[in-house]
């Protein structure tokens, strides 16, 4: 696989990186679009100067592509994302100053 670069912009073939997100690639695009599909950027330094790396992180998977400055994918890692945070336990409806909420018992 291989990563266009042009301007500093990096495009990516729907068709080729879709699947490694376990999507269709119009879904991919549909997502993207969306901003359902985030990804960041990270320019190698030191040892990997000329090199660069795109995370995608979707709603089930984070992709991490290290590429060539030419583009050319040369190792792709990808891990589960992790699982949303519980949800807060819903409040109660509130009630008047100095009262308790009411509670039926059936029996």
Do not use: Y
């Not at 119009?26 to 030191?46: D, L, Y």
């Not at 998977?61 to 590429?67: M, S």
């Not at 109660?92 to 039926?104: E, K, L």
């Amino acid at each position: 696989m291989k990563l266009e670069v042009r301007n500093g912009q990096i495009t990516v073939d729907a068709q080729e990186l879709a699947p490694l997100l376990d999507l269709h690639p119009a879904e991919f695009q549909k997502q993207m679009q969306a901003g359902r599909i985030a990804t960041m950027t990270e320019q190698g330094e030191g040892a990997d100067s000329g090199r660069f790396r795109v995370t995608f992180r979707s709603d089930n998977w984070r992709l991490r592509l290290t590429c060539a400055e030419d583009g050319t994918v040369l190792s792709q890692v990808r891990t589960p994302a992790p699982a949303p945070p519980a949800s807060a336990p819903t409040a109660s409806a509130p009630t008047a100053p100095g009262r308790r909420p009411s509670t039926q018992r059936q029996g």
